[in-house]
């Protein structure tokens, strides 16, 4: 390990080039309306929104299949009604996990390597066009690769540390321990890194006969306690430890609604090796150019084995808990009905391929040391340092190539988020200004609506969620299912969905205003009812209904 600090010089350019490469990714993205393409993104945002802006305000509208932090992280910015509309609000939570990643990236790599190929794993890394307009949106991809990276960091340096220095071990020790339940609560990626990554630390201290540890068993309540808290909010909330993972929105339960009877679900389903192949393919699609992909995976497994020959193995080691990424996700996609499509393999199409993009921090770092290897074995004693120099120019170079290219390709998860928007575009073309002509002849008129499936189609007809019941108002919706036209001035359905079924069961006071049609998607219905403004189900429900039309 290298010994030297990082100079506050050094800190400041990297932040600087970073923030300069996250703020052009962020204008890009807004000029480009690209902000909200992922379903998931408005999604994320719809749930933080409606901690406070509901009938009921509580966090259990935090939902129960996404883990909460997203969320929580988002509601001080969502509260800004503009910035939950246009999509600003998911900004800056990513963009600031993003700097803070790109942080962690170069000081991990500059625990070995110098200043020349630790900013190139760094380059490689923070130019990525994948990762950079994921920093433009609300998804977790990049709070977790912040995590992932900095978990990695403090437990290098609590390692080097743990014989010269135990009290600042135990002071990192805390600081790792807090990072495994931010992870706990932002991915269930997270859960797999805390199990191995604590299990791991606790093998260390038994070696060095200090399992006994009072700071190590004090932070192992702290850790075990985050996905315990999971399983009490999903059984006091919604009445089933479990729900998040049997519940109607699980993974497993949209697999079964979506699957076709006598087929396999997806590529890789119940079968690992498969699995493994189409996750680690989706990982060289995000990170370099097609035709690169093969080779970076080679020359990072390269730079990786190189790392672990020539440096102390004791600390290098932890690093291989950024490789944790593949393993979780080939039993993900083989046992946990999590399906990964890839435009280059059957059924040549885009869904979850963003999840490759956990694998850019260890393709990153193994790029860095491969690169070490170039300039600093392969190149004569004699010839140096010019020629050390010429290398490292030329691998820069190749860097700003693999981003060039990959931006002239498009960059894969932008493509993936644009089909997934262009799917649900008529519905938000046209829904939006049907419901807002009819709310101008009923101001502060009740919706009677499933919220979670588009939840643009609310945000772009201007009005606040409290205006809307749905999904997640549980007993005053399931009331209004009983008697839509007594409860909603208007009911929107698709067909198939609870409401479609509640307004096939009672008609009664309903009529037909329009019905809307898209390539692929269930068919909506509008409907009117014969009261004007929908009738409060309670009083605390009433009360918001009475205060709308002072809402923004």
């Not at 990082?6 to 690209?34: D, M, N």
Request: hydrophobic share 50%; proline share 7%.
């Amino acid at each position: 390990m290298t010994d030297r600090p990082i100079e506050r010089a050094e800190w400041a350019a990297v932040l600087a080039l970073c923030a300069a490469a996250s703020g052009t990714a962020i204008v890009w993205s807004w000029r480009h309306g690209a902000l909200l393409n992922y379903g998931d993104a408005v999604a994320h945002l719809h749930i933080a929104r409606r901690v406070f802006d509901s009938h009921q305000p509580r966090f259990s509208q935090l939902g129960s299949v996404w883990l909460p932090l997203p969320h929580i992280l988002l509601i001080p910015f969502v509260q800004i009604y503009s910035w939950w509309v246009n999509g600003l609000a998911g900004v800056v939570p990513s963009a600031l996990a993003y700097l803070a990643a790109c942080a962690g990236i170069y000081r991990v790599a500059r625990h070995w390597l110098p200043r020349t190929t630790g900013a190139l794993a760094l380059a490689f890394f923070a130019t990525n066009p994948n990762l950079l307009y994921l920093q433009t949106t609300a998804m977790t991809e990049p709070l977790f690769v912040c995590e992932m990276l900095w978990i990695a960091v403090l437990l290098v340096e609590w390692r080097a540390g743990l014989d010269e220095d135990p009290m600042r071990s135990n002071r990192l020790l805390w600081l790792i321990a807090l990072l495994l339940v931010a992870a706990v609560f932002t991915r269930y990626d997270g859960w797999f890194m805390a199990l191995i990554a604590w299990a791991a630390i606790g093998f260390t201290l038994a070696r060095h006969h200090q399992l006994l540890s009072r700071a190590f068993w004090l932070a192992s309540v702290l850790v075990i306690a985050a996905p315990v808290a999971w399983f009490i909010y999903n059984a006091a909330a919604f009445g089933d430890w479990l729900y998040f993972l049997r519940g109607p929105y699980s993974a497993k339960a949209i697999e079964m609604r979506t699957s076709v009877p006598g087929f396999p679900p997806h590529p890789g389903w119940h079968n690992p090796w498969v699995a493994l192949v189409f996750y680690i393919k989706a990982g060289e699609l995000d990170a370099a150019a097609a035709s690169w992909g093969n080779a970076l995976l080679v020359l990072s497994l390269l730079g990786a084995a190189w790392a672990l020959v020539t440096q102390r193995r004791h600390t290098i080691a932890w690093v291989l808990l950024l490789a944790l990424p593949i393993p979780f996700y080939a039993y993900s996609v083989a046992y946990g009905s999590v399906p990964i499509f890839l435009p280059v393999w059957w059924p040549y199409s885009w869904y979850n391929l963003r999840y490759g993009i956990e694998l850019l921090p260890a393709l990153a770092l193994g790029l860095g040391f491969v690169a070490e290897f170039a300039i600093s074995v392969c190149v004569p004693r004699e010839l140096k340092p010019r020629w050390s120099n010429v290398t490292a120019v030329v691998l820069f170079v190749l860097v700003a190539l693999n981003a060039y290219q990959m931006l002239r390709e498009r960059p894969l998860v932008y493509v993936e988020g644009t089909k997934n928007i262009d799917a649900h575009r008529p519905y938000e073309l046209e829904i939006p200004p049907a419901i807002r002509a009819l709310l101008a002849e009923r101001p502060g008129g009740v919706i009677l609506m499933i919220t979670s499936v588009d939840p643009q189609i609310m945000t772009l007809t201007g009005i606040p969620l409290r205006q809307t019941i749905n999904e997640s108002d549980l007993q005053i919706y399931r009331d209004a299912l009983e008697a839509p036209a007594a409860n909603a001035a208007l009911v929107l359905t698709f067909d198939g969905d609870e409401i479609d079924h509640a307004v096939h069961a009672h008609p009664e006071g309903l009529s037909v205003y329009r019905r809307f049609s898209a390539p692929g998607q269930p068919s909506a219905t509008l409907y009117v009812s014969g009261t004007p403004h929908g009738t409060s189900l309670n009083n605390r429900a009433g009360a918001v209904i009475a205060s709308l039309k002072e809402s923004p």
